[in-house]
């Protein structure tokens, strides 16, 4: 039985082209170019950062913060639905501890917000998966995570021992979704989540 729901944040919360397309700004790339190099980084299976090295670009100091219109339509309506349903709901990323406190804020309905660059320990490693249970004081057996990356959110929760929901959006999605887990649930959006949790 599920009792909590945890989110991935880019690309499963958070729309996150705008952000990008202020890094090309800030970095002086056209940004098709840089988009199209980024879809390139991503398809060979290399870490999002090579974009710089392949650009020859430094990236920028600054990081433009979250904001609510970054947030998908579908993102706090869920939040919202599941915390009704009685879900103890989480959200947990690759992020810098400076994100902390903007997700705390465009998200203040749920019960965990919880960075890597907070608690010392990224994904795709399992242990972060099971910290943020512990956290939410939850077994992992109990916990579904939702997530867009095959590599760094299907993958690594499942062998955690979560339940796996993989969201069709963004371009790691797109790329890498031939390669989704038969355990692994699939949905096209957040609107389905809370009826497809209630059907396990």
């Known amino acids: 039985m599920i009792e909590a729901v945890i989110f991935d944040i880019g ?55 979250f904001a609510r219109d ?45 960075t890597s660059g907070l608690l010392g320990i990224e994904k795709p490693a399992v242990a972060f998966f099971r910290k943020v249970a512990e956290l939410l004081g939850v077994d992992a057996a109990h916990c579904a995570y939702v997530g867009d990356r095959i590599d760094n959110d299907i993958e690594p929760a499942l062998t955690a021992g979560m339940t796996a929901v993989f969201i069709l959006r963004g371009p790691w999605a797109y790329l890498q979704r031939e390669r989704l887990p038969a355990a692994a649930i699939a949905i096209a959006g957040l609107h389905e989540l809370p009826t497809r949790l209630q059907s396990l």
Request: hydrophobic residues 45%; proline residues 7%; aromatic residues 6%.
């Open 11 to 65: 690309e499963t919360l958070i729309d996150e082209t705008t952000i990008w397309q202020s890094v090309a700004d800030a970095c002086g790339v056209p940004r098709l170019t840089f988009m199209g190099v980024l879809g390139g980084v991503i398809a060979r299976g290399e870490p999002h950062w090579r974009v710089f090295d392949l650009l020859a670009v430094q990236p920028p100091k600054l990081e433009r913060p």
């Open 70 to 114: 970054d947030l998908y339509p579908d993102a706090l309506p869920c939040l919202a639905r599941l915390r009704a349903a009685g879900y103890r709901v989480g959200v947990a990323g690759n992020q810098g501890v400076q994100r902390q406190h903007e997700l705390e804020a465009l998200v203040e309905a749920v019960d965990l917000v919880a």
